[in-house]
T-cell receptor, first 113, second 114 residues
C-alpha cells in the first residue's frame, strides 16, 4: 500500500528566511502525482504545488519549489522569503493515476516575526 | 462556480443520533472524495466516487457510515448511531479526470458528538 511520511511534526522559521519541509513516500507505481497542500488555522485546504512523476524538472510556484527525487521517493517543499501568511499545516500527498489522494500527517509551520 | 460547498459547517449531535452531511462539488468534476480529519492529523480517506459509482470505501470505515452520490452530482455522507469517536472534521473534495489532477476541498463540516 502507498504511504506518505512527514517526519517533521513542527518547524519554525524566521520571517524572510527559507525553510524546507520533508516528505517521503512509498509506492511501486511509475505513474503518479505528488502534491503539497496548505491548511491555515480553521481554514480551507488549498493546493500549493503539484509534481507529475514523469516530469524530471522540479515544479516551482513563485516562492514555493520542490525537490523531487524519484529514485529516493523524496518530495520536499522549499519556501523562500517566508511570510507571516505562510503559517499553516502543510500536507504532502500522493495520488496514483486515477486513484484517491493519500495524505501525510502534516507539518505545522510557524513563522517568527 | 464558487468551488466545493459543504453543509452544514458545524453540527452538534447527541450520541446515538443520525447525522447527514452534504457536499456539492465543482460542477464539471466527476470525482468526489470524503475524508475525515481530527485535530493535528492529516486527512484520512473514507470513500470516493467517480460520477455516481462508489469506487472505494476505506476498510477502516464502520458500517454505520454510508455515502451516496445520486446522478453523479452532490453527495451525502450519513453517520448512523453516532459515537463520541466520530467527532471530527469531515472534508469533501472534488477533481476532474481531465486537466489538473489535484483535488479541490470544501471548508468541511465539523461534527461534535456529545
Amino acid at each position: 500500500a502507498q504511504t506518505v511520511t512527514q517526519s517533521q511534526p513542527e518547524m519554525s522559521v524566521q520571517e524572510a528566511e527559507t525553510v524546507t519541509l520533508s516528505c517521503t513516500y512509498d509506492t511501486s507505481e511509475s505513474d503518479y502525482y505528488l502534491f503539497w497542500y496548505k491548511q491555515p488555522p480553521s481554514r480551507q485546504m488549498i493546493l500549493v504545488i503539484r509534481q507529475e512523476a514523469y516530469k524530471q524538472q522540479n515544479a516551482t510556484e513563485n516562492r514555493f519549489s520542490v525537490n523531487f527525487q524519484k529514485a529516493a521517493k523524496s518530495f520536499s517543499l522549499k519556501i523562500s522569503d517566508s511570510q507571516l501568511g505562510d503559517a499553516a499545516m502543510y500536507f504532502c500527498a500522493y495520488r496514483r493515476s486515477g486513484d484517491k489522494i493519500i495524505f501525510g500527517k502534516g507539518t505545522r509551520l510557524h513563522i517568527l516575526p | 462556480d464558487t468551488g466545493v460547498s459543504q453543509n452544514p459547517r458545524h453540527k452538534i449531535t447527541k450520541r446515538g443520533q443520525n447525522v447527514t452531511f452534504r457536499c456539492d462539488p465543482i460542477s464539471e468534476h466527476n470525482r468526489l472524495y470524503w475524508y475525515r480529519q481530527t485535530l493535528g492529523q492529516g486527512p484520512e480517506f473514507l470513500t470516493y466516487f467517480q460520477n455516481e459509482a462508489q469506487l472505494e470505501k476505506s476498510r477502516l470505515l464502520s458500517d454505520r457510515f454510508s455515502a451516496e452520490r445520486p446522478k453523479g452530482s452532490f453527495s451525502t455522507l450519513e453517520i448512523q448511531r453516532t459515537e463520541q469517536g466520530d467527532s471530527a472534521m469531515y472534508l469533501c473534495a472534488s477533481s476532474s479526470d481531465r486537466g489538473p489532477t489535484e483535488a479541490f476541498f470544501g471548508q468541511g463540516t465539523r461534527l461534535t458528538v456529545v
